[in-house]
Antibody
Framework: QVQLVQSGAEVKKPGSSVKVSCKAS????????ISWVRQAPGQGLEWMGR????????NYAQKFQGRVTITADKSTSTAYMELSSLRSEDTAVYYC??????????????WGQGTLVTVSS | QSVLTQPPSASGTPGQRVTISCSGS????????VNWYQQLPGTAPKLLIY???QRPSGVPDRFSGSKSGTSASLAISGLQSGDEAVYYC???????????FGGGTKLTVL
């Protein structure tokens, strides 16, 4: 049974950074990519980027280039998403999701439970 | 504004068949496969349809997907109250190098 377990809710000040973790179990971590998707309150889904752990290569959505860093630790099967220069509009639930490597990105078959990040002064 | 266009809402009565459309362009749906997600209130999205028309294990065959040109559709037959959710389409865009989501369609079972 594949599971993605994310770290807990965070409250951050504008201008600061947040790092969210996503620990995978029950599958082969290195056989997939891990994507990050966020959802602002009452809004739709927004892809932020993904990492291929076996390669250590990440690519990012244009909107978040320069502000997001996605990393992975193969030894602990954990992926991380760090978002910097936070502003109020970054208040959202952040999800990690397992992404296939055999088809184009966007095939998210398992999701984490989500991490609420609140940005407030 | 999403690059993949979905109607914001859809509705039907129990037992009916409803369809939800997703319109894109040659750089996304026209070139790549479409996936559909169901998000029940307060929960993480769930993969419903992948590679245009494939159902993951455990998804009832009441749910089906199709793609033609730069558009895709999700059909739900035998509508049930438990199908009330928001449905999203998603596809990779070769020009933007991004995964694009539609804006979501809120399905109401009357």
């Amino acid at each position: 049974q594949v599971q993605l377990v994310q770290s807990g809710a965070e409250v951050k000040k504008p201008g600061s950074s947040v790092k969210v973790s996503c620990k995978a179990s029950g599958g082969t971590f290195s056989s997939y990519a891990i994507s990050w998707v966020r959802q602002a309150p009452g809004q739709g889904l927004e892809w932020m980027g993904r990492i291929i752990p076996i390669l250590g290569v990440a690519n990012y959505a244009q909107k978040f280039q320069g502000r997001v860093t996605i990393t992975a630790d193969k030894s602990t099967s954990t992926a991380y998403m760090e978002l910097s220069s936070l502003r109020s509009e970054d208040t959202a639930v952040y999800y990690c999701a397992r992404d296939s490597l055999t088809v184009a990105p966007g095939h998210f078959d398992y999701w984490g439970q989500g991490t609420l990040v609140t940005v407030s002064s | 504004q999403s690059v993949l266009t979905q109607p914001p809402s859809a509705s039907g009565t129990p037992g009916q068949r409803v369809t939800i459309s997703c319109s894109g362009s040659s750089s996304n749906i026209g070139t790549n496969t479409v996936n559909w997600y169901q998000q029940l209130p307060g929960t993480a999205p769930k993969l419903l349809i992948y590679t245009n028309n494939q159902r993951p294990s455990g998804v009832p065959d009441r749910f089906s997907g199709s793609k033609s040109g730069t558009s895709a559709s999700l059909a739900i037959s035998g509508l049930q109250s438990g199908d009330e959710a928001v449905y999203y389409c998603a596809a990779w865009d070769d020009s933007l190098n991004d995964v694009l989501f539609g804006g979501g369609t809120k399905l109401t079972v009357l």
